[in-house]
């Protein structure tokens, strides 16, 4: 069964400064998709980024960029410029493109990011 | 256009009862999804939805069903609550999650259920 481990239960940054969250998966699968979603206290999960696997290139939005390895399994997220608004809890998921679960979507536990002005 | 959104908010209930939450997908999707959020862990997948018709459905035990109407709002149910089903309930909307390249799911901000 697929899985995603995030290993970093928490996390602190700088305003401004960057910050990096990681993000391990396991699959047997060369077809899916993975994300990063944001969780603030208002609790609705909201999409960061997203990255096809098939896709070599990283997925960058705006000062979110991620590292895609996938031979390694791993995606991590790169928060550049952190801002205060950015505070929140991140989830990595996978979800695969075909199969019975493609509306699946499978989440780590979570990391816990502070922004420190 | 009005995103993902559910109902109640938030809701009280005693070990054994029942509940039902509700869920309006955004305008023109067709699928929707259920998941369960525990305090402190990531969201788990309870069922998909697409087209009336059950898609997917997570480890969960037979006291959880849905179903969804023909106007593609869905509703969970609940039965013989415990209080380990205490958690968030997040409802999430795609266009079709079977479409190649297609399917990104958009979120509520979810219905949190306290049970005693």
């Known amino acids: 069964a697929q899985t995603v481990t995030q290993s970093q239960p928490e996390m602190s940054v700088q305003e401004a400064e960057t910050v990096t969250l990681s993000c391990t998966y396991d699959?047997?699968?060369?077809?899916?998709?993975l994300f990063w979603y944001k969780q603030p206290p208002s609790r609705q999960m909201i999409l960061v980024i997203r990255?096809?696997?098939?896709?070599?290139q990283n997925a960058t939005e705006n000062r979110f960029s991620v590292n895609f390895q996938k031979a390694a399994k791993s995606f991590s997220l790169k928060i550049s410029d952190s801002q205060l608004g950015d505070a929140a809890m991140y989830f990595c998921?996978?979800?695969?493109?075909?199969?019975?679960?493609?509306?699946?979507?499978?989440f780590g536990k979570g990391t816990k990011l502070s922004v420190k002005p | 256009d009005a995103g993902v959104t559910q109902s109640p908010t938030h809701l009280i209930k005693t070990r054994g009862q029942q509940v039902t939450l509700r869920c309006s997908p955004i305008?023109?999707?067709?699928?929707v999804s259920w998941y369960q959020q525990v305090l402190g862990q990531g969201p788990q997948f309870i069922f998909q939805?697409?087209?009336?018709?059950?898609?997917g459905r997570g480890n969960f035990p037979d006291r959880f069903s849905a179903r969804q109407f023909p106007n593609y709002s869905s509703e969970l149910n609940v039965n013989a609550l415990l209080l380990g089903d205490s958690a968030l309930y997040l409802c999430?909307?795609?266009?079709?999650?079977?479409?190649?390249?297609?399917?990104?799911?958009?979120f509520g901000e979810g219905s949190r259920l306290t049970v005693l």
């Open positions: 999430a909307s795609s266009l079709d999650p079977g479409a190649p390249r297609n399917g990104e799911l958009f």
């Open positions: 699959t047997s699968e060369s077809d899916y998709y």
């Open positions: 990255q096809e696997a098939y896709k070599q």
């Open positions: 998921a996978y979800k695969e493109n075909y199969g019975g679960s493609q509306g699946n979507l499978i």
């Open positions: 305008s023109g999707h067709k699928s």
């Open positions: 939805y697409y087209e009336k018709e059950e898609r």
